[in-house]
């Protein structure tokens, strides 16, 4: 039973246009959000997360919205850079700040074309 | 910046072997975590510490133990590997949100 899904397996945008990946949840327990970045051979990079108190959270080219009543967040990266050519994870946290580990979504191979 | 040091990138094992999984941080953070990572399924936590000798299973953990015999270093331990425990694993490390993550162990059971 998949607690996050990422239903998007693949994404390819075009350089210097917006990308966004997409995110579902359905345990209304969890109230607390996280994107990674992963490379091949190297451990995912936290990137941007947010608390189920706010509805946006903005850091430089990255914006996370979260819809708690459909239970769905985004991940906005505004312009796409050939660098963000990654493997982008949702992760969700049922106790903020508690010791619980993460549920991952399955992930999203994000492809930026020059 | 935090730093998470998995002892090796690569190991290969035999079926039947015990095999030892080594983490360590450097930020005396209080949590621990060990996750696997497959293809198509994502991160899923295998174990996880929020203290010296203390764990706590997470979502798979058949086949698995752990060991935190000090702050800084958490140990995965496959008791006799299977060739389904091929994998890439992670361990991260936190205070307060967010986890952050060594490179991994990509682990081959042959």
């Known amino acids: 039973d998949q607690q996050v899904k990422q239903n998007s397996p693949s994404l390819s945008v075009q350089e210097g246009r917006i990308s966004i990946l997409n995110c579902d949840y359905t345990?209304?327990?969890?109230?607390?959000f996280l994107w990674y970045k992963k490379y091949p051979a190297e451990g995912p990079t936290f990137l941007i997360s947010?608390?189920?108190?706010?509805d946006k959270n903005e850091d430089g080219r990255f914006t996370v919205f979260l819809n708690k009543s459909a239970k769905h967040l985004s991940l906005h990266i505004v312009p796409s850079q050939p660098g963000d050519s990654a493997v982008y994870f949702c992760?969700?946290?049922?106790?903020?700040?508690?010791?619980?580990?993460?549920?991952f979504g399955k992930g999203t191979h994000l492809i930026i074309q020059p | 910046d935090v730093k998470v040091t998995q002892s090796s990138r690569y190991l290969v094992k035999r079926t039947g072997e015990k095999v030892f999984l080594e983490c360590v941080q450097d930020?005396?953070?209080?949590?621990m975590f060990w996750y696997r990572q497959d293809p198509g399924l994502g991160l899923r936590l295998i174990y996880f510490?929020?203290?010296?000798?203390?764990?706590e299973k997470g979502d798979i953990p058949e086949g698995y133990s752990v060991s935190r015999e000090k702050k800084e270093r958490f140990s995965l331990i496959l008791e006799s590997a299977s060739t389904n425990q091929t994998s890439m694993y992670l361990c991260?490390?936190?205070?307060?949100?967010?986890?952050?993550f060594g490179d991994g162990t990509r682990l081959s059971i042959l």
């Open positions: 991260a490390s936190r205070a307060n949100q967010p986890q952050h």
């Open positions: 345990n209304s327990m969890f109230d607390y």
């Open positions: 947010i608390s189920s108190i706010k």
């Open positions: 992760a969700a946290s049922a106790r903020g700040g508690g010791a619980d580990g993460l549920t």
């Open positions: 930020m005396d953070h209080e949590n």
């Open positions: 510490s929020y203290d010296v000798k203390m764990k």
